[in-house]
């Protein structure tokens, strides 16, 4: 272990926190959009001119339940953040680190603007922007969990792979795809438009994670140790959203959806957000543990000391 002594539980266990709270959040984010309760609150940052965290909870019925949830969660996750970001000062002594937190704040900050925005100037577009910022905001907090977990900590040459290039630049251009059809998800949701990028970047994302798990899982015992189970779980949530999103698609975008029951849909659709962000961070930490846990400076052929060589 090293620089165990830099180590803190507790920071960790609130960064996880924050991503937790940050994933409901989004959960339900997606049923606010798949209800279409977005504008069911018309005000902001009021709600009906109450102070929002004193808003009858008799009153929190149908869309305005959905609605007034996710600004009472976003508030949750805007205080956790303001305290990740205080612990960092606190408990850890990277600067880099101390900046991350620092944008994490900045971006909830604009994320609950952007909310706003889009319920005083009645844009879709905002929605958008939220939607995708939110994506971004989870994978930045799960990093920073990542970062101050333990295994963080952990000697680097005791799991170094060698000759790391391509598989650096694969998980990275597989993390890009993913939010990229993030992007596209969310204009497709809010606007009913650009299925046909949709349907490519998830063509180019299923490819991609094909790839990086095979090279992961089928190259030697040193590559497998940086993370097996990240590239397992990249397959089967990818398996998990192929399934939601041809259920998407039949419930959203056919003549056959009009059969489906309303509660069904909004389940299969938010379900499909859901596996969409797991997806990203989970693409995202095992890019960030490939890049810890190799070393891109040392060619294939040449042996060196506390550094495994890949095939």
């Known amino acids: 272990m090293q620089n165990d002594t830099k180590y803190s539980p507790w920071l960790h266990r609130l960064a996880r926190l924050t991503a937790g709270a940050t994933f409901l959040l989004i959960v339900i984010g997606g049923i606010v959009t798949g209800t279409d309760s977005g504008l069911a609150v018309p005000d902001w940052p009021t709600t009906f001119g109450y102070n929002m965290f ?51 704040l900045i971006a909830v900050i604009v994320q609950g603007v952007l909310g706003g ?44 792979v060698a000759e790391s290039q391509k598989l650096r630049r694969l998980s990275l251009i597989t993390t890009g795809l993913i939010y990229v059809q993030l992007i596209f998800g969310a204009v497709l949701r809010h606007t009913g438009s650009r299925l046909d990028a949709h349907l490519l970047f998830a063509f180019l994302v299923a490819l991609h994670i094909f790839l990086l798990a095979r090279r992961i899982l089928g190259a030697s015992d040193a590559t497998q140790r940086i993370a097996p189970s990240g590239a ?9 959203q192929l399934i939601l999103g041809t259920g998407a698609f039949f419930a959203k975008l ?50 060196t000391s506390g550094a495994l060589v890949t095939e």
């Open 54 to 104: 004193l808003y009858p909870l008799s009153e929190m019925v149908g869309g305005i339940l959905y609605e007034h949830s996710h600004r009472l969660m976003g508030s949750l996750v805007g205080l956790l953040t303001v305290g990740l970001f205080v612990f960092i000062l606190a408990k850890d002594s990277r600067k880099w680190l101390k900046w991350l937190g620092l944008a994490a």
């Open 232 to 240: 397992l779980l990249l397959l089967g949530l990818l398996a998990v």
């Open 117 to 160: 925005l889009r319920v005083t100037q009645v844009n879709r577009n905002f929605a958008i922007v939220h939607a995708c910022l939110a994506q971004a905001f989870f994978a930045l907090l799960c990093g920073i969990a990542w970062f101050s977990s333990r295994d963080w900590w952990e000697e680097k040459n005791e799991s170094m």
């Open 254 to 303: 056919t003549a056959l959806g009009e059969t489906f029951a309303a509660a069904l849909t909004v389940t299969i659709t938010t379900a499909h957000v859901a596996v969409g962000a797991l997806m990203l961070v989970s693409s995202f930490v095992l890019t960030l543990k490939i890049y810890r846990f190799t070393d891109a400076s040392v060619p294939a052929d040449t042996p």
